[in-house]
């Protein structure tokens, strides 16, 4: 069984992800890095050259490739839960975990960010603000489909590790 976790960008799922494969004994997996690996051009690239649905459907072919996989965590991009029907789908075949943050934390983590982020580049302060509280709107609901739900701000990696572990199926 695969572990993923989902949440809005910023809110640290790929960090989480590490550490959290490393305390369970699990291999990470993050799309993003799948995808850029795989296709040899980076999600900001693709962003740029293409578009976000185009992106959304390759990410969704992705994860049915981590469904034939085992023993992952796997760190899922910020827009992956509420693209056609994903949550649905890694509800069926894994453990979901949504890291839920506030949008004053996320507009704090995502204002100071150093690696670029493509729906979010050339906004103001008060864009920002807007967009974030505009997707959690919209996403809110598919992220809210998780398995398990916990706080992302002085995220306890080593007590969710027991949590996960807790929901595991023996032998993972």
């Not at 050339?122 to 920002?128: A, C, H, K, N, V």
Request: charge should be positive; glycine fraction near 8%; proline fraction near 2%.
């Amino acid at each position: 069984m695969n572990v993923y976790l989902t949440g809005y960008m910023g809110s640290g799922k790929t960090t989480a992800g590490r550490r959290l494969a490393a305390k369970i004994g699990y291999e990470h997996l993050d799309i993003d890095e799948l995808f850029e690996a795989t296709y040899r051009i980076s999600v900001v690239q693709f962003f740029e050259r293409y578009d976000e649905a185009a992106f959304r459907k390759i990410e969704a072919q992705l994860i049915t490739h981590t469904f034939a996989l085992q023993r992952r965590v796997v760190s899922l991009g910020g827009g992956a839960a509420s693209y056609a029907d994903n949550m649905q789908r890694i509800n069926r075949h894994g453990l979901s975990v949504y890291l839920r943050m506030a949008p004053e934390s996320l507009f704090v983590r995502l204002k100071n960010a150093r690696r670029p982020r493509p729906r979010i580049a050339g906004l103001s302060d008060e864009q920002l603000k807007e967009r974030i509280a505009a997707d959690l709107r919209e996403r809110g609901s598919f992220y809210e489909q998780a398995r398990l739900i916990v706080k992302g701000e002085n995220l306890d990696v080593d007590a969710l590790a027991e949590e996960i572990i807790q929901l595991l199926p023996a032998g993972g």
